[in-house]
């Protein structure tokens, strides 16, 4: 790294969402700056102003999601030199909503094994593994090893499992001396991203990680040593790409008392809509192996898949591990971009977003088994106030506040493209009925619609007008389409946008789409339209203007 680079790095580094951050390792707490200063590094072109983005430089997958000590850990696919993917470090940011972040130094640094991709992190609280200190468990990371020095000599087993821990809180780490722990022995290429959780049923540890067109399951009393069980996958689900990013957890079923097992399968490229995206199956596991749900089995053959989210922009999102019991919930988070552009988007200093953190929670359809998911709760604190919308039937274009009462004022008066929508909609006319929905635009004449077409039954998201597209010639290619969940008469869309992105969640998070954009300005117009007239009613609904997440006062 030059001097230049060095010292720009220095500086960003100074920079952070809470009153805690820290610059690189080696060096004291950097001195507290104005919030001014943060809010301007902060309010650069296209940058989230809700959702979690690194300071500077290359993101990708989040890995090592665990909760202790009253935060939630999210390490990431991290490299401090460029905005574009280069070697892959650990980069790390805490907080104790999901909302507000800290950054925190580099957790994981390339080594002579190989660089860090991804994976997971537990607590080990009884210390089954022996790496911690005064009688108390650690922190375990577990993540792959890549070597590409392996890699460039032709070898297919340059990548494998590797472990790391920490007996601070997760603010340092340290290797395992006994790596890898998992060696790729069969010399199989993309052998990857190990996921690992506490099988409470079976007292063991219990590992998943991706092998190229399958998952393969092992497990272990003590994180070190680990017996292989099994494998799924080569005969189910889309394979249009790399298997990669998995995710294994059981889940109650909503409302009958049963547990299900869920597991989580990124794929790339082979996604419903195009390049990366996230599928999953529904099934039992009896300690070794894990059986598909018979009904859902006829949903993922024949290159059939159940995707957890149909926009383009949320992948390798995998969940938080030791949520508190008290809690219950299953958390996640995903990466929002999508391989076929991510390197070219235009942002300067740094590069790609995270989702916003979600429940997700299984229910059974008419459809079958379907995994729902919705903003956290905590997101609800950035709401400045409520305005209510008035019911009316939706003609042509309308905007927003021709549907809130006169005494609130328009919530674009009072956010800079950050809103949360909640709307109902019926249908008056199903047979004439045409698309409807929401659309963002700007003084520029750019916009975009998202919404649901009622002759196909499904939801789309429409960023063809959005913006700077020609970066790409994939990322406006298309309107992305989404299959209806529901089978109520009215049509529910909760909608979270941030000054370069969307977020639908569709009768109550049934249906999901989320998709990024590059207006040239800020999104400060919201109107609701119909495609044909006297066919839709809006017959409920709620707005919020939404606090940026560093804003003086919020942050902390």
């Given at each position: ?441 700007n003084s520029s004449g750019e916009s975009y619609r998202v919404g649901y077409d009622p002759s196909e039954d499904e939801f789309f998201s429409d960023r063809t007008k959005s913006g700077d597209t020609s970066f790409s010639d994939k990322f406006a290619d298309k309107i992305t389409i989404a299959p209806r969940n529901a089978d109520a008469e009215t049509i529910r869309m909760q909608l979270v946008f941030d000054q370069a992105s969307a977020e639908l969640f569709a009768d109550g998070g049934a249906t999901v789409i989320t998709d990024i954009f590059f207006p040239d300005q800020v999104f400060n117009q919201i109107s609701l339209f119909s495609e044909t007239e006297n066919t839709v009613k809006l017959s ?17």
């Amino acid at each position: 790294m030059n001097n230049s680079i060095l010292l720009s790095c220095l500086l960003l580094v100074m920079i952070a969402f809470s009153c805690g951050s820290k610059t690189g390792p080696g060096h004291n707490e950097a001195e507290m700056i104005t919030e001014s200063d943060a809010n301007m590094e902060y309010l650069d072109s296209h940058r989230p102003q809700i959702h979690f983005s690194p300071q500077e430089k290359w993101m990708n997958d989040p890995n090592g999601m665990v909760f202790y000590d009253g935060e939630y850990h999210l390490f990431y696919q991290y490299y401090p030199d460029s905005t574009v993917w280069g070697p892959m470090h650990w980069g790390h940011a805490v907080s104790e909503d999901m909302v507000h972040w800290e950054h925190l130094p580099i957790a994981l640094y390339p080594d002579s094994l190989g660089w860090i991709f991804s994976g997971s992190a537990v607590y080990d609280e009884k210390n089954t593994s022996g790496l911690g200190e005064d009688g108390n468990g650690p922190l375990i990371a577990i993540f792959t090893y890549h070597n590409s020095e392996m890699e460039k000599a032709g070898r297919q087993d340059f990548q494998y499992q590797g472990i790391a821990y920490s007996n601070d809180r997760g603010r340092t780490w340290k290797k395992y001396a006994g790596n890898p722990v998992v060696p790729n022995t069969e010399s199989i290429r993309d052998f990857r991203d190990p996921k690992v959780s506490w099988d409470a049923e079976r007292e063991q540890w219990l590992m998943v990680f991706a092998a190229q067109n399958r998952m393969m399951f092992w497990s272990s009393p003590n994180l070190i040593d680990w017996t292989f069980e099994s494998e799924f996958g080569q005969e189910f689900g889309s394979h249009g790409g790399v298997w990669e990013c998995p995710d294994f957890f059981p889940a109650s079923v909503e409302g009958e008392g049963i547990t299900k097992w869920i597991l989580i399968a990124s794929i790339n490229p082979g996604g419903p809509n195009g390049g990366s995206a996230t599928q999953y199956f529904v099934g039992d596991w009896d300690g070794k192996t894990f059986t598909l749900d018979e009904d859902f089995r006829k949903e993922v053959t024949n290159e059939q898949a159940v995707w957890l989210d149909y926009g383009r922009d949320n992948y390798a999102g995998v969940t938080w591990s030791n949520i508190p019991e008290t809690d219950g919930r299953r958390l996640f988070i995903g990466w929002m971009s999508n391989w076929q552009y991510a390197r070219d988007v235009p942002t300067e200093a740094w590069r790609s977003a995270m989702t916003v953190a979600r429940k997700l929670e299984l229910h059974r359809l008419s459809s079958g088994y379907r995994i729902f998911s919705t903003p956290v709760k905590e997101l609800k604190q950035l709401r400045t106030s409520e305005n209510m919308l008035n019911g009316d039937v939706v003609s042509a274009t309308m905007p927003l506040k021709a549907f809130i009462a006169p005494a609130s004022a328009p919530i674009t008066d009072r956010s800079k493209g950050t809103y949360e929508l909640e709307l109902e909609f019926t249908l008056l006319d199903k047979e004439k009925a045409g698309s409807f929905g929401v659309i963002l635009h700007n003084s520029s004449g750019e916009s975009y619609r998202v919404g649901y077409d009622p002759s196909e039954d499904e939801f789309f998201s429409d960023r063809t007008k959005s913006g700077d597209t020609s970066f790409s010639d994939k990322f406006a290619d298309k309107i992305t389409i989404a299959p209806r969940n529901a089978d109520a008469e009215t049509i529910r869309m909760q909608l979270v946008f941030d000054q370069a992105s969307a977020e639908l969640f569709a009768d109550g998070g049934a249906t999901v789409i989320t998709d990024i954009f590059f207006p040239d300005q800020v999104f400060n117009q919201i109107s609701l339209f119909s495609e044909t007239e006297n066919t839709v009613k809006l017959s409920a609904g709620k707005a919020y203007a939404l606090k940026r997440i560093w804003d003086a006062g919020i942050n902390k």
